[in-house]
């Protein structure tokens, strides 16, 4: 059924298309215009006709223009293919003239409405003349009428005037008289002028030529819009000051220059003056900017002010923003394409009564000062703002806000990073790992530059690779710059790339090596096997020491005769025994030069001294000494040379040992000293070092 229906339609639809774009009879016509244009050759004699139509170029149209007394005398017709047509002075009387137009082609004929006049009212004079303006503080114009010179009266005439170079006419109708002045123009303004007029009787004639009239020169009115471009940051000694000009209604001359006053931290004022000539400005937007070159540093506040021949505007101050005091508080929202730039905000849930406006500003990264760079003022009740430029793709633009106070502060309250068009960033500049250990590593980098990132980085992505169990993929915060690899193997090499990754997709990989480090556990066996080594080597000294103690009692040799002990020296002893005193070794001096020798005597040695029994020995030279027992005395000797030979042989066994104070001890050192002077004994310390009796009777 549905079908059926469309069918049905479609056959209407082609029977009666052909007939609505069928070609057919002329359009209607409009009622012939008629005038006796004055002056000239014509000079007030020939009817001039015209009319208008929509011809259709495809089909020819011809043309009747037909004319009649009222008092239905024989008309007359003019057969053309124009639009418009001269009634000859013989063919028409004075009085009042009937006259149409005809249109007929192929298809058929359609008229025009008779439009009736008398012909002695349709005289059309040349243009006034529109003469130099007279007025000084106003713009107005005059002009001369041709009327006089045909003998008729003055009729009713028509202004209309623009600002230079401007589309619009603005028109005043049916003014009496031959001048005219403009209401508030603009100063120093270029104007343009025409006029036209009727005499009476007659019509209205042709506007005249433009007549080109300057108005006068008044002192600027205003205040400039003053901002300052920073870049990227919001250092004041980084920023340029930058102003728009004036437009033509608040300039009200010729701008001459500015004058910018610069106020510093130590209150000293500077005052520039730059000419329009020196200031650097280019249009941005269908605005012009200036930049004021010099630099901002150590500046708190600044104020320009614009001046013409007349005058000069209100100064505009502007306070440079103090490091520190900036917040971070109202988030933006962007919406950004190649042409337009949309940015929203929400207003603080506590309004100040000293916020005075809004400013929002774009600044494209990397562009020198001045370029790239545009702002907005509104007011604070406003929550939005509109740009619209050409904004390239790619490149980012930092979009900023910020409130101004009545006292002219500025506030930074939020930037964030927007644009165009996003695509995938470059390689990440510096990755590297500076921490290796069995089971993880560190791993470090560079961020991707501002203006290489080509687009909001959401977040890096590390790949982990070591060839045998896959990989680990890792997103990692757009903030951070190191992460902390875990759960590696040990001993295992790795290959790690990095990547920026945007709504584009990923960037470029950079990529870096490594292998990890043995166990800890295998690590921490090394000193332990070490410690162990070390033990068995001592010991395996301390036995050999001892098997050579066990020999030297048999063979008359051990390494115990070559260790020196300080307690067997005799100048040690010494010494003991003047520390032992109560009060004079407080008085011995820490440095002695010229310490006290001991008197080298050479006691020969006999060989039963060498030998543990008490049998007798003979000694290389054939000496020997008889060993008498018996008697008291020699009960006390023997006694004392056992126990001289006890204190040797611990002395042997402990050679470094600490030295002992105590009274006993020095007693039996006493008793071991008074018997080695009877049987010429010597100590260890004195063996080792002295020279024996066979030793110095050989040399």
């Not at 130099?132 to 009428?145: D, F, Q």
């Not at 090394?526 to 395996?540: D, E, K, R």
């Not at 260790?563 to 002695?592: F, G, T």
Request: aromatic share 10%; charged share 20%; hydrophobic share 30%.
């Amino acid at each position: 059924m549905a079908t059926l229906r469309t069918r049905w339609l479609l056959s209407i639809l082609l029977v009666n298309v052909p007939h609505c774009f069928a070609p057919g009879p002329p359009d209607a016509l409009s009622p012939p215009e008629c005038c006796i244009p004055c002056g000239g050759e014509n000079n007030c004699a020939d009817i001039h006709c015209s009319w208008d139509t929509r011809p259709d170029t495809h089909i020819p149209t011809y043309y009747s223009l037909h004319w009649e007394p009222a008092n239905n005398e024989e008309g007359h017709v003019i057969n053309g293919t124009s639009l418009s047509g001269i009634i000859l002075r013989k063919h028409f009387p004075r009085g009042e003239l009937h006259v149409w137009v005809q249109a007929k082609n192929q298809y058929g004929s359609n008229k025009s409405e008779e439009a009736v006049f008398d012909t002695a009212n349709i005289n059309k004079m040349p243009p006034p003349n529109v003469p130099l303006p007279s007025y000084e503080e106003s713009l107005g114009v005059s002009w001369e009428s041709s009327c006089d010179e045909h003998h008729v009266s003055v009729g009713v005439c028509d202004v209309r005037y623009r600002i230079k170079d401007d589309h619009i006419w603005l028109e005043e109708e049916d003014k009496v008289s031959l001048s005219y002045t403009v209401d508030d123009p603009q100063p120093a303004t270029d104007y343009e002028f025409q006029v036209r007029c009727s005499c009476d009787p007659g019509v209205k004639s042709d506007w005249s030529d433009i007549a080109e009239i300057r108005s006068t020169e008044k002192a600027p009115v205003g205040e400039l819009d003053v901002w300052r471009d920073c870049g990227i940051s919001q250092a004041s000694s980084d920023c340029v000051l930058t102003w728009k000009k004036l437009p033509i209604s608040q300039a009200h001359g010729v701008i001459l220059g500015y004058e910018v006053r610069l106020t510093y931290n130590n209150d000293t004022v500077k005052v520039v003056n730059v000419s329009t000539a020196e200031s650097n400005c280019w249009l941005v937007l269908e605005e012009t900017q200036c930049h004021f070159t010099s630099s901002l540093k150590d500046a708190s506040s600044v104020s320009v002010s614009a001046y013409n021949a007349l005058g000069a505007t209100v100064p505009s101050y502007l306070a440079m923003p103090v490091p520190g005091e900036e917040k971070n508080g109202e988030a933006i929202r962007l919406k950004m394409s190649e042409e337009n730039l949309t940015v929203s905000w929400d207003l603080p849930s506590q309004p100040s009564d000293n916020l005075k406006e809004y400013v929002v500003q774009y600044k494209q990264a990397g562009s020198p000062p001045g370029r790239g760079f545009h702002w907005i003022k509104v007011n604070k009740s406003q929550t939005a703002v509109f740009f619209k430029g050409q904004y390239e793709w790619y490149k980012p633009y930092q979009v900023s806000l910020f409130t101004v106070s009545h006292s002219s502060k500025v506030h930074h309250l939020s930037s964030v990073i927007g644009y165009s068009l996003q695509g995938t960033p470059s390689r990440v500049p510096s990755f590297q790992v500076f921490s290796i250990a069995a089971t993880g590593g560190t791993m470090s980098w560079e961020s991707v530059p501002l203006c290489e990132q080509n687009g909001v980085i959401l977040y890096y992505q590390i790949i982990v690779d070591d060839g045998v169990d896959g990989q680990n993929v890792y997103n990692v915060s757009y903030k951070s710059k190191t992460f902390k690899l875990q759960h590696l193997n040990p001993e295992q090499d790795y290959e790690v790339r990095i990547r920026a990754v945007t709504v584009a997709g990923p960037g470029a990989n950079e990529t870096v090596k490594f292998k990890t480090k043995q166990s800890e556990d295998i690590a921490y066996l090394i000193p332990v096997v070490l410690g162990i080594s070390f033990v068995v080597v001592i010991c395996a000294v301390v036995a050999l020491v001892c098997v050579c103690r066990g020999e030297n009692k048999l063979g008359h040799q051990c390494f115990y005769f070559k260790v020196p002990d300080a307690r067997n020296s005799y100048i040690i002893r010494h010494m003991k025994h003047q520390i032992n005193e109560p009060l004079p070794w407080i008085c011995i001096a820490v440095y002695e030069p010229d310490p006290t020798l001991s008197l080298l005597e050479v006691v020969e040695i006999q060989p039963w001294a060498f030998e543990s029994s008490p049998e007798n020995s003979s000694d290389p030279d054939g000496l020997t000494r008889p060993v008498v027992r018996g008697g008291q005395d020699d009960q006390r000797e023997e006694t004392v040379t056992e126990e001289c030979h006890r204190t040797d042989r611990r002395y042997g066994r402990e050679e470094y040992s600490k030295m002992i104070d105590s009274d006993e001890e020095r007693d039996r050192e006493e008793d071991c000293w008074s018997s080695s002077e009877e049987g010429q004994s010597t100590s260890g310390y004195e063996k080792h070092f002295m020279p024996t009796a066979l030793e110095v009777l050989e040399v």
